[in-house]
Each structure stands twice: as structure tokens, then as C-alpha cells.
């Protein structure tokens, strides 16, 4: 007569358990959240239309950006707002890198006043960085307004610009949509909470053992 099931559990099981499960959840929760933040941005994104002058002086080139596999910069730089002393911040767009890394690539920007259209954004794109050197030089990995701001001495408005106006600068404006990205994070999000349901169900299936009958 086969002996009944006991629910006997070993010590490093339930750690193993435990700590697949968590990591399963915070990743799962990290790759909700960051859909959430998309679907927020693309739900909040607005088309406006200003008029300034850009002050070249101040420019800032977002490395490790990538356009049809090539490698190159955003280039960012502020725009002195017509009829006032206020700022806006403003990625202009891509342009490639050089052969070689010691070589900036040459800045075409207009003069005098123009006009721009494009979408507001709470933000520049930010890439991973362990982190943040101080604003030195033209090439950065990351910037925000306030370090501009810090930086250039200039009053800014708290949000950016997308530039999506043409102007002869040479810039390439193939910009992603907000909403871009929310489908992959979705679905990460759900392998990550399957990955954190397999360790419970793995743990309690393994600590499940059969228990022999007394003999006679």
C-alpha cells in the first residue's frame, strides 16, 4: 500500500523559493512600471509651436544614440524665447558620429530667430548611468533641465522640446513614438510574475514526499 504524501520542505528549498519569487516580482513590477510611465508620457504629450533663438554656446550632445545601427548624438541646446528672458530646452536631433571618438561631429545651427514645432515633453531621453558627472564639455550621457539650468546660468521652462520642424541643419528628426516599447514591457512584466509562480510551484511539488507505512 503506498505510503501518503507529507509536506516535508527543506530549508534551502524555501530560500530558493523565496528569493526566485521576490526577484520575479520586483522585475515584474519594474517592467509594469515602466510601461505605465510610456502610456503616462504618450497620454500627456502635447504639439506646440514657439519662436527664440538658439544660443550655441550652451550645447550639449547625448551620446550612445543609435539611428538604423549607426552611432551617434542627440544634440540639445537652448532656445532663447522670443519676448522674454526665459529658456526652452530643445532636442534638436540625431546626428553620426565620427570615425573616431576624439572627434565631434560639426553643429550647423541657425541663426537669428526661428520658429519651431514639435512635441512637449516632460523630459531629454535618459539612458542608464551609475552616475552623474558633473556638466563638463559638450558630450554627456544624461542631462535634465535643472542641470542646464545650474550649468548655463539661464532661466528654463520645466519641460523640453522635441523638435519635428524641419530646418537646414543637417539633423536627422526620426523620432519613436511615446507609446513605443509598452507591448515589450508587458510582456517582460508577465515573464517575470511566471518566473516568480514557477519558484512556488516548483518549491511546493519538491517538498511533497511520500511517507511509507509502518510494516505488519
Not at 523565496?18 to 513590477?29: E, K, P, Q, T
Not at 551617434?72 to 571618438?101: C, K, S
Not at 544624461?142 to 548655463?152: K, Q, R
Request: proline share 6%.
Amino acid at each position: 500500500m503506498p505510503g501518503r504524501l507529507q509536506f516535508r520542505p527543506r530549508w534551502w528549498g524555501a530560500a530558493l523559493a523565496a528569493a526566485g519569487c521576490l526577484a520575479g516580482v520586483m522585475l515584474g513590477n519594474w517592467q509594469s512600471g515602466r510601461a505605465d510611465e510610456k502610456r503616462a508620457a504618450a497620454a500627456a504629450t502635447d504639439r506646440i509651436t514657439v519662436q527664440g533663438e538658439f544660443l550655441p554656446r550652451f550645447t550639449v550632445l547625448l551620446d550612445n544614440k543609435l539611428h538604423q545601427g549607426r552611432a551617434g548624438y542627440h544634440v540639445v541646446q537652448p532656445l532663447r524665447l522670443a519676448g522674454g528672458d526665459r529658456h526652452l530646452l530643445v532636442n534638436r536631433g540625431w546626428i553620426a558620429a565620427r570615425e573616431r571618438r576624439d572627434l565631434l561631429p560639426e553643429i550647423r545651427t541657425p541663426a537669428g530667430t526661428v520658429a519651431l514645432q514639435g512635441l512637449r515633453r516632460a523630459r531629454l531621453p535618459r539612458a542608464y548611468e551609475p552616475a552623474a558627472p558633473p556638466l563638463r564639455g559638450l558630450v554627456r550621457q544624461n542631462l535634465s533641465v535643472e542641470e542646464m539650468a545650474a550649468w548655463s546660468g539661464l532661466v528654463f521652462e520645466p519641460h523640453v522640446l522635441e523638435q519635428h520642424s524641419e530646418l537646414a541643419d543637417g539633423l536627422t528628426r526620426a523620432w519613436p513614438r511615446a507609446e513605443a516599447g509598452i507591448d515589450k514591457h508587458e510582456s517582460y512584466a508577465l515573464q517575470w510574475y511566471s518566473l516568480a509562480a514557477l519558484s512556488v510551484i516548483l518549491f511546493l511539488a519538491l517538498s511533497l514526499r511520500r511517507h511509507a507505512p509502518p510494516a505488519g
